[in-house]
């Protein structure tokens, strides 16, 4: 019977425990957890495409309502559906810099295996090509982001002036 009681007791406190540990955290620390949750879904590429200086810096801008969901181009449409999810903001279609980036990936097709994994990485789809066949870059719809390079196994993607 003790027993009973005295775990009665320590579920009350514990409970007591959690209501004052979420009443204590402050509007900031709510704030501070938003951006990380926001920048965990961002391509953490630091390419500035999206206007600011990184993808945290970007995270803040959105919590702090100063920039709208829909500014990063390597993550692309992707990375909006996920930011409308996780901030409840609508979707939008995707930002469109004045300067876009001067430079496209292009891939060599003599030594592309058509392994298909630099489709994958391309938020965009600028990449087409089926598997164990070369692929070429779209290079109108290429951001420039430079996500298909690492993944390639054969290093046959390289990025060059769009000019
Ligand atoms: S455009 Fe996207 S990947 Fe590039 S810095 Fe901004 S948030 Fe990061
Ligand atoms: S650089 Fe590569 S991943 Fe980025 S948009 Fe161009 S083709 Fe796609
Ligand atoms: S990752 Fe490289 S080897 Fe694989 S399909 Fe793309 S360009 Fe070809």
Do not use: W
């Not at 406190?13 to 955290?25: E, T």
């Not at 920048?39 to 600011?52: A, E, H, M, S, V």
């Not at 969901?69 to 810099?97: A, D, H, Q, V, W």
Request: glycine fraction near 6%.
């Amino acid at each position: 019977m003790s027993f009973v009681i005295a775990l009665l007791i320590a579920l009350v406190l514990m409970a007591f425990i959690s209501v004052i540990s979420q009443r204590s955290r402050t509007p900031l620390h709510n704030k501070q957890m938003e951006i990380e949750k926001i920048d965990r879904l961002l391509p953490q590429t630091q390419c500035g495409d999206c206007g600011y200086p990184g993808c945290r810096p970007y995270a803040e801008a959105i919590v702090m309502q100063r920039a709208d969901i829909n500014r990063c181009l390597p993550g692309g449409n992707n990375t909006i559906k996920n930011l409308s999810r996780l901030t409840g903001k609508e979707t939008r279609p995707l930002y469109k810099p004045e300067k876009p980036s001067n430079q496209v990936a292009i891939i060599d097709e003599s030594v592309c295996i058509g392994c298909v994994k630099c489709i994958k990485a391309c938020p965009v789809d600028a990449i087409i090509g089926a598997p164990k066949l070369m692929h070429n870059v779209i290079y109108k719809y290429c951001t420039g982001c430079e996500l298909c390079i690492a993944p390639c196994p054969v290093d046959c993607i390289q990025m060059v002036s769009r000019n």
